[in-house]
C-alpha cells in the first residue's frame, strides 16, 4: 500500500470548514484512499472513501487531484464534536485477508475551536 | 455497519499476569483484526483473527505473547499474556462485514479496551 503524508496538525473555527490535506505521490491505479477519524477514547470512525473520482456523503467530501497523488477531506461546517486525529489511508486490492487491514499513520489533529 | 463491543471496556493489571479481551459482534462478518495503540500513537495492526485456523501475526507479534482465538464469525478473544509495563495500551478489534467485489470494504472498529500493567 502506498504511503501518505498528512500535516501534524490543523486549527479551524467552529462552522468553517475544515481542509485536511493528505499526499499520496506513489499510489498505484487500483488502490483505494480511505479516511478515518478517531475521537480521544473511541475506536476509529469510518468517514469516507475514493477511488479517482470525488465522493460526498452525510459527514464529508473528498476530492482526488486528477493525478491521485493527494486528496482533501473537506468537512463543510465544523463543530466542537469534529476535534479529532484524522487518518488518510491508502488500500489497494487483495487476496488475503491480512491484506485487508488498514494501515494507520500519524494521522493529522484537528483542533476545532469556538 | 458492525456492532462492535469489547470487554473489558479497560483494565488494570499486575506485571506478569495475563488479560483476555473479547470482541463480540452484531452479525457474521468475514473478517476479524485486532490492533494496538500504545499511549500517544497511531494503531499497529497485531493479528487478523481467522476462524478454524491459527491467527495471523504481523512482524513483532507473536502467538505465545498474543494468543488470539476466533471460535465463530461473531466472536474473538486477544490474550495478552505475561504483562509487562509496557503492554499498557488501547487494544481494539476490528471487522470487515464481506469481501467485495470491487475490493471496497469498510472496516469497523470496537470501543476499544484501555490496559494499565503495574
Known amino acids: 500500500d502506498a504511503k501518505t503524508t498528512q500535516p501534524t496538525s490543523m486549527d479551524c473555527a467552529e462552522g468553517r470548514a475544515a481542509n485536511l490535506p493528505c499526499n499520496h505521490s506513489?499510489?498505484?491505479?487500483?488502490?483505494?484512499v480511505y479516511w478515518y477519524r478517531q475521537i480521544h477514547s473511541q475506536g476509529p470512525q469510518y468517514i469516507i472513501h475514493?477511488?479517482?473520482n470525488n465522493e460526498t456523503n452525510e459527514m464529508a467530501s473528498l476530492i482526488i487531484t486528477e493525478d491521485r497523488k493527494s486528496s482533501t477531506l473537506i468537512l463543510p461546517h465544523a463543530t466542537l464534536r469534529d476535534t479529532a486525529v484524522y487518518y488518510c489511508?491508502?488500500?489497494?486490492?487483495?487476496?488475503?485477508?491480512?491484506?485487508?487491514?488498514?494501515?494507520f499513520g500519524k494521522g493529522t489533529s484537528l483542533l476545532v475551536t469556538p | 455497519s458492525a456492532v462492535i463491543s469489547q470487554k473489558p471496556s479497560r483494565d488494570i493489571c499486575q506485571r506478569g499476569t495475563s488479560l483476555t479481551i473479547q470482541c463480540q459482534v452484531d452479525?457474521?462478518?468475514?473478517?476479524m483484526f485486532w490492533y494496538r495503540q500504545q499511549p500517544g500513537q497511531s494503531l499497529t495492526l497485531i493479528a487478523t483473527?481467522?476462524?478454524?485456523?491459527?491467527?495471523?501475526?504481523e512482524s513483532g507479534f507473536v502467538i505465545d505473547k498474543f494468543p488470539i482465538s476466533r471460535p465463530n464469525l461473531t466472536f474473538s478473544t486477544l490474550t495478552v499474556s505475561n504483562m509487562s509495563p509496557e503492554d499498557s495500551s488501547i487494544y481494539l478489534c476490528s471487522v470487515v462485514r464481506d469481501r467485495a467485489i470491487d475490493h471496497q470494504e469498510t472496516q469497523y472498529f470496537g470501543p476499544g479496551t484501555r490496559l494499565l500493567v503495574l
Open positions: 475514493g477511488l479517482k
Open positions: 483473527a481467522n476462524q478454524g485456523s491459527e491467527a495471523t501475526y
Open positions: 489511508i491508502v488500500r489497494g486490492t487483495t487476496n488475503s485477508n491480512s491484506g485487508y487491514a488498514l494501515n
Open positions: 452479525s457474521q462478518v468475514t473478517m
Open positions: 506513489t499510489i498505484s491505479g487500483n488502490e483505494y
